[in-house]
């Protein structure tokens, strides 16, 4: 799992006009809690108009919710910032 599999799953859902998908994993691998796997910490900005009327909350919500699964498995860290 890597940036593209984010990218493809939030670009499908939120058809947005601006995604940028970052993998920040190696500023967090001296953590302990890390996995250490390399694709483990990740920044989302968007800006998609599925997303526009709803307040923060709810946007970050939408995007936990499409990425659940990676969140299970994969994502131990994710940030998430709505552009409007």
Do not use: C
């Amino acid at each position: 799992m890597d940036e593209s599999t984010i990218y493809k799953k939030l670009f499908i859902n939120f058809k947005p006009s601006f995604l940028k998908v970052e993998n920040e994993s190696h500023l967090h691998s001296n953590h302990a809690q890390s996995p250490k796997s390399g694709n483990s910490h990740f920044s989302i900005t968007i800006k998609s108009e599925a997303l526009n009327k709803l307040n923060r909350v709810e946007g970050q919500r939408k995007v936990y919710n499409v990425l659940r699964e990676e969140m299970k498995n994969h994502i131990h860290a994710l940030k998430i910032k709505i552009l409007i």
